[in-house]
């Protein structure tokens, strides 16, 4: 199984998405600071994912919401509006 997640610094109010197929230790990665693209903003905290079958289909639906480019569907899809599981913070 692969999965697309929602990260959020909330220190900087900021969220990332990506796809992993081990969640877990992708989250640990971003909170160490070996992911150059999110160094900066550590802390994160996982707040939403989506499971699929293959890494096609997560990196698709990554692309999909990265494309909408609006921090308000991400907000959606965090809140409970998606039919992924939400994560308290």
Same mark, same amino acid.
């Given at each position: 199984m692969? @999965?697309?997640?929602?990260?959020? !610094?909330?220190?900087?109010? +900021?969220y990332? /998405?990506?796809? !992993?197929e ?8 971003? @909170? +160490?600071?070996?992911?150059? $693209?999110? #160094? *900066?903003?550590?802390?994160? !905290? ?9 890494r096609?289909?997560?990196? *698709?639906?990554? $692309?999909?919401? *990265? #494309? #909408? #480019?609006? +921090? *308000?569907y /991400?907000e959606?899809?965090?809140n409970?509006?998606?039919?992924g !599981?939400?994560?308290p /913070?």
């Amino acid at each position: 199984m692969y @999965n697309l997640y929602i990260l959020y !610094s909330v220190q900087y109010d +900021r969220y990332y /998405i990506g796809h !992993s197929e081990v969640l877990a230790s992708r989250l640990s990665r971003h @909170n +160490r600071g070996a992911v150059p $693209s999110t #160094k *900066k903003y550590i802390p994160w !905290s996982l707040v939403y994912f989506e499971e699929y079958e293959s890494r096609a289909e997560a990196s *698709k639906r990554e $692309s999909e919401i *990265k #494309k #909408k #480019k609006s +921090r *308000k569907y /991400i907000e959606y899809l965090v809140n409970g509006g998606g039919a992924g !599981s939400h994560v308290p /913070i």
